[in-house]
């Protein structure tokens, strides 16, 4: 380890400034960071799962799990926001090629689709409140409700930023700034997927 | 309201009532005057000497990562002073309120708190200390060194890491305003449910303490992020993992701690944020709640938590201690492979905190099993220490004596920490004071070398020495207290008494509550030579300038930079040959400062979004506490909004060109002390040739 | 300063980007979740089995998106991203998994009717 650890040097031949090293990858370093917060967020999802999964059977005599949701309803959720991530990852491939119409219609098309997956959401979850299914009935429904809703606002969170990435995109082209929010969204996007794969199994199913 | 709230309720003014402010209570009036006091003098002081400018400039928009570590210092400093007057307030209840024929004062029965006072006394403490002093005491110390030492221009999001300190201190604040606008929470730091569910807790003290503790956890969290990408990604060249200084390996593996873990504080609190705001059964009793689900998922993080406080304090250590031994780091694979041993074993250790909830004996045994573990990487340590001090040439400055003592504080703390470790010897001592003077054990390891850490770096950053001999009286003061306030609390824990009590029934006990009072003496007396040596120290900072090693036998890259630290670090990049860096060059006759050629650089610019945001996030807790809908509202559309605007904002770096660098450079070179104490530069402390926040030097 | 747009571009995390990786991660990941689908409501009453064969699928979508989605690999420019990930993974299963432990223990133990 020593001999790693230590360099031997020539008394004349040491470099002890390095002056040309100033700029380091800002956006390596970007999506890093964002990794990094995009982990601790699963975590917020792994202390919400462990509490659907001591609390998901707590029906306090209200309704069951059976009884409210609906697997097929919720596959073509999956179906949706699957094809939106799909989009905006053929954005970001079209990212390579700085086709800036090609990346602004691909986003527009995984935002459309995540409006829409929202609004089913919001559609099923109005359904079950107007018959007085809420999260106040049951340990269980509080459960259902928080983790999938805090799903969904994350979506809506990434709907915004697609919102303010376009009028970025439009406004200054791909600099720096622009990419690595790019990359930082698509990160975040993607990340949708991944999570809803556990909320469709192992909530709905 | 989709809850049962307890008293009025108003659109304007949510909960708000003039009841609400505790005018009748002369403690608390007297504690707001006295706050008033001095928050007038200060605006006092700052306006005569005409610094509002300076004080915007240099400091409340900064994103130095020197300024946003001293800041959260103070922060953390103030806080330990609040939190510490806490403490003063539980030993005098307890000292006072000894056997049923005690005198009642104030409205108490027995002593000078009545129940629900006293309860939110130590909840205030508890909370105030973990949240607000510990950790940004040690965050700070991480912001300010961890660059250095990597040979870095700054961390790797310096706007980020402004607002995770402006973040702690809205937290902060809200935690002093609900010391004069309604109350604080009485149900322990911890908020064991249902305790903290509304019915039992109908105020709006346990809503300051979840949004005061939800902020600040958010501004930790981010600067864990910043953190561990700053050590990834921004590394000097030559800077191989195997040459990383050891505070940047222990603040790595804290910080990767501190990224997992928050997130499930995070979800434990916002759970309850929703069964008190919004009537959720997630840990009511009844409609299906869970009460143990909230503490699995609380001491979830809370495990890891004191670990993430306890490595950055080890790491401290193992910089301490080697410098006044003359000697490098004994063992210096063994240290990190045991500071990643620690982070990672701490994942599974968190079911000993409520050993006697029930689990069952396979459960408690792999839990306990566990936590003995950590005991043999922490034994590691200890031995590394120990073997770095043998055969050295010791020197035994203030520094290096909080070091010793923080290390032989570590037996006693750890090895009554392997005992409750043992669920058989936990059944006995759980809940009692034996397990509080175990903990104050090793938070005091934990303060311990935080002072120490301070008192050694603080030449680097300020450029002058705190007195010595001022210091070593408020170490023995502090080794005193520690001593007279602790040790009788581990006998009072044998003899059965429990924590958290208002009134004590055993007239027997009383002897060694008063040592305990006179321990808590010894903590005054030391906080007051604290404040006097700061005072002098300032006061004679002249005659104790230091220039870059400023201990003379320091090892690390930071101590390559001059004193105090120029807002760019180094002037050039250097280049990295070994590990201790500094001591190597020192060895090979390589001590010159000048690099041989300049280049222009980048540094960000100052920003006042940040402030922005922490007073927003103020404004929000507050909205939320009182549940005035319109201010919350309003206060999360404008954080959305600024951190939007902030993303359009595209000037936000400057350049120093290689001429103004080299020019800057001189001028700092010139002020060193090593010739004598010649052209000081106006403005004192780092504020040297701060370049200005709007337009290019030169301009 | 590196803004103009051909270097950004030019970064390897833009060019790592990959249509046929992207479509064949969305059919994958989707036929799964069919599979699982008919599986799961075809088997209705929650069984260890099911459990289990359901969670089977679940990790085996979320591997494959790793891989094609984010891109977890161990090149220079990934490392770091996999290696964080890698060093979750465990922390949330710890979680989940010593929680569930727990909590089933305790049910047996304290036979309150009802909680599982």
Redesign the interface.
């Known amino acids: 380890m020593t001999s790693r650890t230590t360099e031997t040097v020539e008394p004349g031949e040491i470099v002890l400034w390095d002056a040309r090293h100033d700029s380091h990858d800002r956006i390596a370093t970007r999506t890093f960071g964002f990794w990094l917060y995009m982990l601790s967020d699963a975590m917020i999802f792994a202390a919400l799962f462990t509490v659907y999964a001591i609390l998901g059977h707590n029906y306090a005599g209200g309704p069951t799990a059976a009884q409210i949701l609906h697997p097929g309803r919720a596959l073509i959720e999956t179906l949706v926001v699957f094809t939106s991530v799909l989009a905006f990852g053929l954005g970001m491939s079209a990212l390579k090629h700085g086709n800036r119409s090609a990346v602004l219609n691909w986003i527009a098309v995984a935002f459309v689709l995540g409006v829409a997956f929202v609004g089913l959401e919001i559609q099923a979850f109005a359904h079950l409140a107007n018959h007085g299914i809420v999260p106040q009935r049951s340990a269980f429904l509080s459960a259902f409700y928080t983790i999938v809703l805090t799903h969904g606002l994350h979506m809506v969170f990434g709907l915004l930023w697609m919102a303010v990435m376009a009028v970025q995109v439009l406004r200054d082209g791909f600099t720096d700034n622009v990419v690595y929010r790019l990359l930082n969204l698509r990160i975040f996007w993607h990340f949708q997927a991944v999570i809803w794969v556990c909320v469709f199994v192992f909530i709905y199913l | 309201m989709l809850v049962n709230l307890h008293g009025p309720w108003s659109p304007l003014v949510g909960r708000l009532a003039l009841p609400q402010i505790p005018y009748d209570n002369p403690l608390v009036v007297g504690a707001f005057f006295f706050s008033l006091a001095i928050a007038v003098a200060l605006a006092v002081g700052v306006t005569s000497a005409g610094r509002w400018g300076y004080l915007w400039r240099e400091w409340l928009t900064t994103v130095d990562h020197k300024k946003i570590g001293v800041m959260y210092i103070l922060v953390g400093m103030v806080m330990l002073f609040r939190g510490f007057i806490d403490a003063v307030m539980i030993r005098t209840q307890q000292v006072m309120a000894v056997g049923a024929h005690s005198a009642g004062h104030l409205g108490a029965l027995h002593g000078y708190m009545p129940p629900f006072h006293f309860d939110q006394v130590y909840s205030a403490h508890g909370a105030i200390m973990i949240f607000f002093a510990a950790t940004p005491i040690l965050v700070g110390l991480m912001n300010i060194v961890v660059p250095l030492q990597i040979g870095a221009r700054d961390m790797a999001y310096p706007y980020l890491n402004a607002v995770g300190l402006w973040l702690t201190v809205a937290a902060a604040a809200l935690v002093m305003l609900s010391l004069f606008v309604g109350d604080f929470s009485h149900a322990g730091w911890i908020g064991l449910t249902p305790l903290t569910e509304l019915p039992y807790s109908p105020g709006v003290g346990v809503d300051y303490w979840l949004w005061s503790v939800q902020i600040s956890s958010l501004g930790t969290t981010l600067g864990a992020i910043n953190l561990i990408a700053t050590i990834i990604k921004m590394r000097a060249p030559g800077m191989r993992w195997s040459r990383l200084p050891i505070f940047s390996w222990t603040s790595l593996s804290a910080n990767i701690i501190a990224v997992t873990t928050f997130p499930v504080l995070t979800a434990a609190l916002l759970l309850l944020t929703l069964d008190r705001y919004l009537g959720t059964h997630f840990f009511t009793a009844g409609m299906g709640g869970n009460l143990m689900l909230y503490t699995n998922l609380f001491w979830v993080w809370g495990h890891p938590e004191v670990y993430f406080l306890v490595l950055p304090a080890f790491g401290a250590l193992s910089e301490i201690i080697p410098t006044f031994s003359g000697k490098p780091l004994f063992g210096y694979a063994t240290m990190v492979l045991a500071s990643f041993g620690i982070a990672g074993i701490s994942w599974t250790t968190w079911l000993h905190h409520f050993f006697t909830m029930g689990a069952g004996p396979s459960i408690n045994t792999f839990f306990s099993l566990a936590t003995m573990t950590v005991g043999i990487f922490t034994g590691v340590k200890v031995f590394n220490w120990a073997f770095t001090m043998y055969r050295g040439r010791l020197r035994f400055d203030t520094p290096m004596l909080w070091a010793m003592a923080a290390v032989f504080l570590l037996l006693p703390g750890g090895l009554t920490g392997l005992m409750v470790a043992m669920v058989p010897a936990d059944y006995q001592v759980h809940n009692s004071v034996f397990l509080v003077a175990h903990f104050h054990n090793m938070i005091a390891v934990i303060a311990f070398a935080a002072l120490g850490a301070i008192s050694y770096w603080f030449p680097k950053v300020f450029g002058f020495k705190l007195d010595e001999p001022l210091g070593k009286r408020v170490f023995w003061y502090w080794v005193a207290g520690s001593l007279m306030v602790f040790v009788p609390m581990y006998l009072l824990g044998f003899m059965g008494m429990t924590r958290r009590l208002d009134y004590v029934s055993h007239p027997s006990w009383l002897p060694l509550l008063v040592l305990e009072e006179v321990g808590i003496g010894l903590y005054c007396i030391a906080a007051y030579y604290q404040v006097k040596q700061l005072y002098v120290s300032v006061r004679d900072r002249h005659v104790n300038r230091v220039g870059a090693d400023a201990w003379g036998m320091a090892r690390s890259m930071e101590w390559m930079t001059h004193s105090p630290v120029p807002f760019y670090n180094f002037a050039v990049t250097p280049r990295v040959h070994a590990r201790d860096e500094w001591a190597w060059r020192r060895e090979q006759g390589l001590t010159s400062l000048h690099p041989d050629g300049f280049q222009d650089i980048h540094m960000p610019k100052n920003t006042a979004v940040p402030l922005i945001l922490g007073g927003l996030s103020c404004a929000l807790g507050f909205g939320l506490v009182w549940r005035i809908w319109w201010l919350s509202a309003v206060s999360l559309a404008a954080i959305m909004g600024t951190v939007i605007a902030r993303a359009f904002e595209k000037d936000t770096d400057y350049v120093i060109s290689a001429v103004e660098l080299e020019r800057l450079d001189a001028g700092h070179a010139a002020s060193s002390p090593e010739p004598q104490t010649v052209g000081i530069v106006a403005g004192g402390g780092l504020a040297s040739r701060q370049a200005p926040s709007s337009r290019h030097p030169g301009d | 300063?590196?803004?103009?747009?051909q270097?950004?571009?030019h970064?390897?995390?833009?060019?790592m980007?990959?249509?046929p990786g992207?479509?064949a991660?969305?059919l994958i990941?989707?036929v799964l979740?069919?599979i699982?689908?008919v599986y799961?409501?075809r088997n209705?009453l929650p069984t260890t089995e099911r459990d289990t064969v359901?969670?089977v699928?679940?990790i085996v979508?979320?591997t494959i998106?790793?891989f094609l989605?984010?891109h977890l690999t161990l090149s220079k420019?990934q490392r770091?991203?996999t290696v964080?990930?890698v060093?979750?993974i465990p922390?949330?299963a710890?979680?989940?998994g010593?929680?569930?432990?727990?909590?089933h223990?305790?049910a047996?133990?304290?036979m309150i009717p009802?909680?599982?």
């Open positions: 300063m590196n803004n103009s747009a270097n950004a571009l970064h390897p995390e833009v060019q980007a990959r249509a992207y479509v991660g969305f990941a989707s979740m069919v699982a689908f799961g409501t209705g359901l969670a699928i679940a979508a979320m998106q790793s989605l984010f420019t770091w991203h964080a990930f060093l979750t922390l949330f710890l979680l989940v010593l929680s569930m432990w727990m909590f223990a305790l047996l133990r304290t009802g909680l599982h």
